[in-house]
Every structure is written in structure tokens, then in C-alpha cells.
């Protein structure tokens, strides 16, 4: 299809923001067009696939709590491929395990006799976990905020249960290793680990967007084609031009900060995933082990293949290892990286062959408070919209919803009739 001169919206932007806004505005009924300046769409949310292995775009999960998911596709669909609802955690020669106690209740005694923290941390925690999963969202964000950091000494949390379990597991999670997030985005994201379950599509990340894309008319999915400028009622691509009521700039916040001079750049974390592949698996379960022995290389680490066998050859065996910050390859990296998976799974990792190095300068938005209600304003002025994680929350729900929201904005800027 050759690239339109005139339509009522255009969005600039194919990841999980800008297909949610274009989903929405689909079913409204407004004419759009969704301009994408790579080979595909998905954005960060992606899978290269190499000689059999499945790589995502980094180390990233479905969580079926979240949402605007199950709100946009048949969450069935993905065929999931899910991890335990625990994590392993590494303190001297010995793995402990700690588990959810709301999705697994009948291993709870064993998390309570676990060797990492004291029984008062896990119960504390437990009891923290619960509190965030049954509070209703709007509540949760009225509450006082502060740091992720703060809110877990508040809950009475010791420091060897923090340093030992929470900060490398939630370092991983928002590529925040001070936990300087806000307490507010913490409890949305403690909230959806508690009340779901985390997994991987069997044919890798990408088929997320895909799915999302899924009822979307084609055609109207422009592909490579990369935006050079924009302003009020115009895009300019490599193209040419495109005339427009509005313009939705969903890219990620580099791109768009490029884009719209008025709009500042948010601070970015960096987040780095190496891929080994092994012939044998170094632990037969799909959980995730973190580093207590706070050494702060590893954040976490996990044989991908044990939930999702389809993202290895037969026979072979996948592992990721996340790494806080950017960490560009090279030998001396490597060799860390391969003594410090020897020590967390106990078995050497020097056969293993590193399939890949994933360094992700820009991976999530800071979301240092304040973060209040966790919406920043979307609508610029002039017909001009922003979208995207870093307008609510750094995760893949802060995307969809971000998209979805902004779509709302256009829509009733139009004076089109929003729907549910």
C-alpha cells in the first residue's frame, strides 16, 4: 500500500503503545494510520530467532494480571509457557526457595522455613504482598509515596531480607538497583505478581504485538517507514507527507523527546541479558534464581527453556542471565558472567555457549516519585499525543495502557464518542 497523503490520526509508533492506540481508535471507528519506522512491529517487545533458539529482545514476561492484556486479546491464544510463582535464591552452597503463598498455598510452610531472612521478614512480606493484592488499585495510589526502597523498611522488612532477596529480584524488574522507584508503581507491580501468573508465548515475545495487531486492518500498518518530522496536522516520513486532525506519538521516550522538542526526556535505565545455550540444563525447573549473596552482578537468572522447551533446539538448553545496567560484550564480560552462573547454579558454566548479548541502553523509563495516580498528561496541545510506558508505568501493562488512554484523549478531542 502506498502511503496515504490525508487521514483523521496518525500514530507514529508500532510498539504495544501505539498498536493499543490504534486498536482503540479502530474500534471508534476513525480513520488512522500507524507509521513504524523498522522492519516490524512490537518495538522492544520482540524475538529474533537463531538457528532454532528463541531470543527475546532481553529477558521479558507475560503477566496474566496485568490488565489491559486479557483486555485486548484472547490471553489463551499466546499459549503460554509459565514459570513458577517462587524464586530460588542463592546464599553460600545452598538454594532456598520462597514461593507466593496466595497461588501456592500448600507450599507455604516451606517458604516459611526457608533459610533467607527470619521468619518475621517472610511473614511480613506475606503479609505485604496479600495487602497489595486485595487492595483495590485506586487505593493503593492514594496511599503515601515514597521509595520502593522506604515502603519495604516501613513494612518492617530487614536488611538482609532486602538485600538478600528484594533488591535483586526488583533490580531486574525495574533495572533499578537503588530502589529508587516510586513506592506507588511498586505496589502496582507487587499486585500483579501476587494475583498472576508470569510466562512466555510459546513462539517467543513477539507474539504479543502480534496478537494485539491480530484484528487490525493491515494495510493500515505502515511498515518502514521511518518519520523524519512532525507537527500540529502533519507527519513527514521518508515517504512524504501525511495531512491529519492529530498526531500520536507513541515511540519510546528517546525517540519522541526527538520529535516533540517540547516534551522532556525521562531518565532512562539500562538493562542487559546474556543468552547461553547448554546441553544440559543447569536446574530441571522453571524458576527464576536470584544472587543473595550480594554480589550485584547477576540480578537473576533462568533456565527459559524449562517453561518454554520450543525456545531451544531438541535437546539444548536455554539460559538467561539479566544484568542491571549496559554491559557491552566482550571477553572479559563474558568470563564474569560465566564464573558468577558456575556459582549460582552450582555447576560450571564454561561449556555453555553464549548465543547472544542483549544490551538495552534505554530498556525502562526512572520512575522516581512523584508518580501519584501513575497518568501523565497525553494530550499536548494542537492536536498533538504522546503514548507509552513512560506517560504511566515502566512495564509492558504501562504500555498497553498508556496507548489505550491516549486513544481515549484523541478520541474525545475529535469529539468522537469514547467507548468502554
Known amino acids: 500500500m502506498s502511503q496515504p497523503v490525508e487521514v483523521d490520526v496518525v500514530i507514529v509508533g508500532g510498539g504495544l503503545a501505539g498498536l493499543a492506540a490504534a486498536r482503540r481508535l479502530d474500534r471508534a471507528g476513525v480513520e488512522w494510520l500507524l507509521v513504524e519506522g523498522s522492519d516490524r512491529i512490537g518495538g522492544r517487545v520482540t524475538t529474533d530467532i537463531v538457528d532454532g533458539w528463541h531470543l527475546d529482545r532481553g529477558f521479558q514476561v507475560v ?49 516459611l522455613t526457608s533459610g533467607v531472612g527470619t521468619l518475621s521478614d517472610r511473614l511480613k512480606f506475606a503479609a505485604l504482598a496479600t495487602r497489595c493484592a486485595t487492595t483495590p488499585p485506586a487505593k493503593l495510589l492514594q496511599a503515601r509515596e515514597t521509595t520502593t526502597q522506604e515502603m519495604l523498611r516501613r ?52 507474539a504479543l504485538p502480534a496478537a494485539i495487531a491480530g484484528p487490525l486492518p493491515y494495510p493500515q500498518l505502515l511498515i518502514g517507514a521511518r518519520t523524519l518530522s512532525l507537527g500540529p496536522g502533519l507527519v513527514v516520513t521518508e515517504a512524504g507527507e501525511i495531512h491529519c486532525k492529530a498526531v500520536v506519538v507513541a515511540t519510546d521516550p528517546g525517540a519522541a523527546a526527538e520529535l516533540l522538542p517540547q516534551l ?30 550480594r ?16 525456545y531451544a533446539p531438541t535437546g539444548k538448553s536455554l539460559i538467561a542471565a539479566s544484568v542491571v545496567g549496559v554491559s557491552a560484550p566482550s571477553a572479559a564480560s563474558e568470563t564474569v558472567i560465566r564464573v558468577e552462573l558456575s556459582r549460582m547454579y552450582g555447576v560450571s558454566a564454561e561449556p555453555w555457549e553464549l548465543l547472544d ?10 520512575a522516581r516519585g512523584p508518580q501519584a495516580n501513575l497518568r501523565k498528561p497525553v494530550n499536548l496541545g494542537d492536536g498533538l499525543f504522546v503514548a507509552g510506558d ?31
Open 63 to 111: 503477566n496474566t494480571a496485568y490488565p489491559r492484556i486479557p483486555a485486548l486479546i484472547d490471553i489463551d491464544a499466546l499459549d503460554l509457557r509459565f514459570f513458577t510463582s517462587g524464586v530460588l535464591v542463592r546464599r553460600g552452597a545452598d538454594l532456598h526457595r520462597l514461593v507466593n503463598p496466595m497461588s501456592e498455598p500448600l507450599a507455604a510452610a516451606a517458604t
Open 155 to 206: 513494612a518492617g522488612l530487614s536488611h538482609r531480607m532486602i538485600e538478600e532477596v528484594l533488591r535483586p529480584f526488583l533490580s531486574g524488574v525495574f533495572a533499578d538497583r537503588s530502589l529508587e522507584t516510586s513506592s506507588h508503581v511498586f505496589s502496582m507491580v507487587l499486585r500483579s505478581f501476587t494475583r498472576g501468573r508470569i510466562g512466555v508465548p510459546a513462539a517467543g515475545m513477539a
Open 264 to 293: 522532556p526526556m525521562p531518565d532512562m535505565h539500562g538493562l542487559t541479558t546474556f543468552y547461553f545455550g547448554a546441553d544440559r540444563a543447569p536446574l530441571d525447573e522453571p524458576t527464576l534464581v536470584l544472587d543473595g549473596d
Open 295 to 310: 554480589r550485584e552482578i547477576i540480578a537473576n537468572t533462568v533456565v527459559v527453556s524449562n517453561a518454554a522447551p520450543e
Open 357 to 366: 548479548v542483549v544490551s538495552i541502553p534505554q530498556a525502562l523509563p526512572s
Open 390 to 420: 513512560h506517560r504511566d508505568s515502566p512495564s509492558i501493562q504501562g504500555a498497553l495502557a498508556g496507548g489505550w488512554r491516549t486513544a481515549g484523549a484523541v478520541l474525545a478531542w475529535l469529539g468522537a464518542r469514547v467507548p468502554a
